[in-house]
């Protein structure tokens, strides 16, 4: 069973969760897989782990953070092949964040890391 179900169980420790995020971010550190802020990993995260079409004011007011941050966000996110960012045909004034392959990779490899991670946690306790 995948690590990242365990999560949603009533006994799954604040504990339990820090010990599989320290795990989780030490073996991409291990594999040398991108460097991201914790601004970026949430940028992420919020395109890939939504269903809507995001925005660069959208991500703003959701994260609460200036147009400039977020797009210093994106900047780094595009430079990785993560995401990427077009103009909203409907809406010139707006730009419309969209995922790639490269992210849904990246994507995939933290789950499967940190269902590893979960599973491996379990074990002990």
Do not use: W
């Amino acid at each position: 069973m995948n690590g990242l179900n365990n999560m949603n169980n009533e006994n799954f420790s604040s504990e339990r969760q820090i010990v599989i995020l320290k795990e989780t971010i030490t073996t991409m550190v291990r594999q040398e897989a991108p460097d991201l802020s914790a601004r970026q990993l949430a940028v992420f995260l919020i395109c890939y782990l939504n269903d809507t079409v995001q925005t660069v004011r959208g991500l703003a007011a959701n994260l609460h953070v200036s147009k400039p941050a977020i797009t210093r966000a994106l900047d780094r996110l595009e430079e990785l092949g993560f995401l990427s960012r077009k103009t909203d045909p409907m809406d010139r004034r707006s730009v419309l964040v969209q995922r790639t392959d490269a992210g849904a990779e990246y994507l995939a490899n933290i789950q499967s890391i940190m269902g590893n991670a979960s599973v491996d946690n379990a074990k002990i306790h």
